[in-house]
Nanobody, 119 residues
């Protein structure tokens, strides 16, 4: 009953910007946190940024990416500025959510959105 849907990925030149959005929907009781991960070809999925009471960023994106959250809309955003070719990856939305019909929090993932940064 819970789904995460991402949008905003695409192709951009180095130095450009993109804004990713992720909307959680369904029978949601509470969202504990939301975040973004990415996975480049041949590499392990890595944390990009998370937000709960505070924000945390991977060192590689600090100063360039900004994560924000709209609690009323169950939405998390990732504003990506000064993009570099090494930012190229599939970006996944993640959230720990307790459903109205379950007693525990579970981790949910979106389908991912491709971000490609050209040189």
């Amino acid at each position: 009953q819970v789904q995460l849907v991402e949008s905003g990925g695409g192709l951009v030149q180095a130095g450009g910007s993109l804004r990713l959005s992720c909307v959680a929907s369904g029978s949601i009781f509470r969202i504990a946190d939301m975040g973004w991960y990415r996975q480049a070809p041949g590499k392990q999925r890595e944390l990009v940024a998370v937000i709960n009471s505070s924000t945390n960023y991977a060192d590689s994106v600090k100063g360039r990416f900004t994560i924000s959250r709209d609690y009323a809309k169950n939405t998390v955003y990732l504003q990506m500025n000064s993009l570099k070719p090494e930012d190229t990856a599939v970006y996944y939305c993640n959230a720990h959510i307790r459903s109205r019909w379950q007693a525990t929090f579970n981790s949910y993932w979106g389908q991912g959105t491709q971000v490609t940064v050209s040189s």
